[in-house]
């Protein structure tokens, strides 16, 4: 039988992808390999059959900081209050053009 | 468990929100999860074989190019997927292991043998398709990372399918000897790939809350019908005759109504008395077992990397 118990297990990475010259990295998935080039080499096979991409990012799993999803409420409370940041927030008259 | 929690997870989900990793999910959704996912996932990786099985001995490099890129796209569905439920908690070591030790299932349909060049591409055209209706609705899952892999995996599940049915097409369009291949084909796999869609929905005790919580989307007879009314138009469309002498389209419904199928047959695959179940196992173990020197090597070869940087940078 396998030895599973007693391996250690390869690392896991978070893999980005940029589709076109222009636009941003966009996260796709995750994957295990047992350091970042291998992670870059397994990433392309694994999510970039189609010419999916043109850049790959792999970041380890671990090293990711996330807000957390209980303390969303107070977290993100300082922007919901403040709808004046949004342009509708303001009364103008419809005929003046440009704004 | 807190019942305010509970009862809000519910309401946004029958509302059609979405849940994320982090997010408060109840015990049994996640349990629920994990077991589907990795399911599917084991579904994926022990598929390959059948169809592994004819590489070598594709009729043509064409043929061969694509059964490699179709077996190829199996290995990565399944790694999207393993990648998913990973993010419930489960490892994927554990994963692994369950598959490994037989505790975890995978889709009968893998229990049969690929016998002929036509069994192998009669898996595109009914075993693809069958998975493409299973599939589809999963894009819309309220899980957030099973839903986002079901919608690359269904993206690359089209070419499968259309092979397939081009590989049959190519057969029954041929020579009487090929015609009749491509019909022995249809007629091992027709049963076994619309009892894929798992028991009949009133012997199906886990699907309504499955169903309730947006991971299901439609009934196991509901998906099942729907590949049936699209299979049988296709084998019309290639000249082979559907093995069952109580098929009939049925005027008021107009759907296709099928014979009874064996579920007796069914279970006995799925407990492990299919003509293939202990051959894939040996298969995936060995794979796994002679794999490990690989495995550990890399892990070795990146930990004497890293030590090495450490020491330059300090
Ligand atoms: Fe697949
Ligand atoms: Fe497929």
């Avoid at chain 2, 690359?152 to 590989?167: I, L, P």
């Avoid at chain 2, 082979?240 to 049925?250: F, S, T, V, Y």
């Avoid at chain 2, 579920?263 to 995936?284: I, L, S």
């Amino acid at each position: 039988m396998s030895q599973d118990q007693t391996e250690q297990e390869w690392p896991l990475f978070e893999v980005f992808i940029r589709s076109k010259q222009g636009v941003s990295h966009v996260h796709a998935g995750s994957l295990h390999a047992a350091d970042a080039r291998m992670a870059l080499e397994n990433a392309r096979d694994v999510y970039t059959r189609r010419n999916e991409g043109c850049s790959l990012w792999v970041v380890p799993s671990a090293a990711v900081t996330a807000s957390s999803p209980e303390e969303k409420g107070a977290f993100f409370e300082p922007s919901e209050s403040k709808i004046y940041r949004h342009p509708t927030f303001y009364d103008v008259p419809d005929d003046v053009e440009c704004l | 468990m807190d019942s305010k929690q509970l009862e809000a997870f519910d309401s946004h989900v029958a509302g059609e929100g979405k849940v994320e990793p982090k997010d408060w999910m109840p015990d049994n959704y996640r349990q629920t999860l994990i077991r589907q996912i990795s399911q599917h996932a084991h579904s994926e990786i022990i598929g390959m074989q059948p169809e592994g099985n004819w590489i070598s001995r594709a009729p043509s490099l064409r043929r061969k190019m694509i059964l490699l890129a179709k077996v190829q796209d199996e290995a990565g569905h399944g790694l999207y997927l393993y990648s998913a439920a990973e993010t419930l908690g489960v490892s994927r070591g554990e994963m692994d292991q369950a598959l490994l030790s037989g505790k975890a299932k995978y889709s009968s349909i893998f229990n049969y043998p690929t016998l002929t060049w036509a069994d192998a591409v009669a898996i595109g055209w009914l075993v693809d398709g069958a998975a493409i209706t299973n599939q589809i609705p999963l894009c819309r899952c309220s899980y957030g990372p099973y839903a986002r892999a079901m919608v690359r995996v269904c993206k690359e599940e089209a070419f499968h399918q259309r092979q397939g049915f081009e590989g049959m097409m190519a057969l029954a369009k041929g020579t009487s000897e090929q015609k009749a291949m491509a019909q022995g084909a249809l007629d091992r796999w027709w049963w076994p790939s619309i009892a894929m869609f798992g028991p009949p929905d009133d012997d199906s005790p886990h699907s309504a809350q499955s169903m309730a919580w947006k991971i299901k989307r439609f009934s196991n007879d509901e998906l099942r019908q729907k590949f049936i009314d699209m299979a049988v138009i296709q084998a019309q469309a290639l000249g082979l005759e559907i093995p069952d002498p109580d098929l009939k389209l049925n005027e008021e419904t107009g759907h296709w109504q099928t014979g009874p199928i064996d579920w007796d047959e069914f279970w006995a695959v799925v407990k492990g008395k299919g003509p293939c179940n202990r051959q894939r196992m040996t298969h995936r173990r060995k794979a796994h077992d002679e794999g490990a020197w690989v495995r550990e090597a890399a892990m070795a070869f990146a930990n004497k990397q890293q030590q090495k940087s450490e020491k330059a940078a300090a």
